[in-house]
């Protein structure tokens, strides 16, 4: 179901304040058959407390045994169907990094990676390369020219960098090259629709120019392009359900995703205590906040369970700090599963909380993936936190007679 037209028709202005907490890439598994996840091991006193106050549940961000990217599992996450309001990641990334995108443009995100002699991927990421080599190497790429079209190579952050590609009848119908794991070369980059056939035939030219300018390169001696897209001007959250809204997040590609709703993106820092210290200094002038926390996602992506498990425990040393300010409701969650044991986003529900005046209570007494399966909550889609945000926070006037 599509709920921004009915929370468009029912949204009211009050100064209550929701938190949307989301801790990247959250769910997680067992490394061992019986043994405990990344969250149940940690050590989570606060989050524990509030789950008692609170109710839980698991949320699937886009459906049953289906593996979400991060941008479409967080627009789940903002209320939007993530299958109606699909986006490709490259415009998530350049309205991250402040890019002033046009509407004919084709964007798509880039991964500096690692390959071998014959051309086999070694390491997607290319050791996660410093931000400054990043830059260096896409300095190198805007070097190339292609007859007819404007290029843009922009860095991100560390081994991701975006590129835009300007000029006219211009289609994102374009393959990804990324196989997602080691031990294959990149994939082709072909058209997915007959319109982007010349578009495929440039991207392809400049793809070639890049390899050879990359080769005498280390560790970053090639790219994987991901989501191409242009921009797909959804209908912004301030009328959709009246929220001044405020994003905290130390990542670009999750500030585009913000912008994309109509989300203001305000200065964050490199760290949770900067994304806190920003919403304390901004408390009065937003009604909801989403705060982002990308490391659980990165330590389940490298495979290191308890680099894992220590980023949720100092995510909970933080909770007092973020409680201090008294929201009104207060949302933690994951947009989406990265287990460290399967280094890679799975389709497994992510544990969900909500801590308001007027939830309804459950028995659960800890925050875990076995316990919020025993939640008030249920299973229920990400699409739903939404609505159930704006209800617990009276913003949602009565529908019908």
């Avoid at 952050?157 to 196989?179: K, Q």
């Avoid at 058209?191 to 990359?214: D, F, G, H, M, S």
Wanted: aromatic letters at 6%; glycine letters at 10%; charged letters at 20%.
């Amino acid at each position: 179901m599509d709920y921004l037209d009915l929370m468009k028709s029912l949204h009211v202005q009050n100064d209550r304040k929701i938190v949307l907490l989301v801790m990247d890439g959250l769910g997680g598994l067992p490394v061992e058959p019986g043994g405990k996840t990344e969250l149940e091991t940690a050590n989570t006193p606060n989050l524990d407390a509030l789950a008692k106050v609170g109710v839980c549940g698991l949320s699937s961000p886009v459906g049953p045994g289906i593996t979400p990217g991060s941008g479409p599992a967080h627009l789940a996450l903002f209320g939007y169907d993530p299958i109606k309001y699909e986006i490709g990641r490259g415009v998530l990334e350049v309205l991250g990094i402040g890019f002033p995108l046009q509407p004919d443009d084709v964007a798509v995100r880039g991964n500096f990676c690692t390959v071998d002699a014959n051309g086999v991927l070694t390491d997607r990421r290319a050791g996660r390369i410093a931000s400054d080599k990043s830059a260096e190497l896409c300095r190198l790429l805007q070097g190339i020219r292609i007859p007819g079209v404007e290029t843009f190579v922009l860095p991100v952050r560390e081994h991701r960098f975006a590129i835009v590609f300007r000029g006219p009848g211009l289609d994102a119908h374009l393959s990804e090259t990324d196989p997602q794991v080691t031990g294959k070369p990149p994939l082709p980059l072909v058209a997915t629709a007959p319109e982007a056939e010349q578009t495929a035939k440039l991207v392809n030219q400049w793809i070639e120019e890049a390899r050879a300018l990359l080769a005498g390169h280390h560790p970053a001696n090639m790219f994987l392009l991901r989501g191409f897209a242009k921009d797909p001007s959804l209908p912004k959250l301030s009328d959709v359900c009246g929220l001044r809204a405020a994003a905290l997040s130390t990542y670009p590609m999750y500030r585009g995703v913000a912008k994309l709703v109509g989300m203001d993106v305000l200065d964050a820092g490199n760290s949770l205590d900067d994304e806190l210290a920003a919403m304390e200094a901004n408390w009065q002038k937003y009604d909801f906040f989403y705060v982002h926390v990308k490391a659980t996602d990165s330590r389940g992506e490298d495979g290191d369970f308890q680099a894992k498990v220590r980023v949720i425990e100092s995510v909970d040393g933080a909770m007092p700090r973020l409680m201090a300010l008294r929201p009104d409701v207060l949302i933690v969650t994951g947009d989406h599963s990265t287990p460290a044991a399967m280094k890679s986003h799975s389709w497994h529900p992510v544990p969900t909380m909500i801590v308001a005046p007027f939830c309804r209570t459950d028995e659960v007494e800890e925050f875990s993936e076995r316990a919020c399966a025993r939640g008030g909550l249920g299973h229920f889609q990400a699409v739903e936190l939404m609505p159930m945000a704006m209800a617990n926070a009276l913003k949602l006037e009565k529908f019908g007679a």
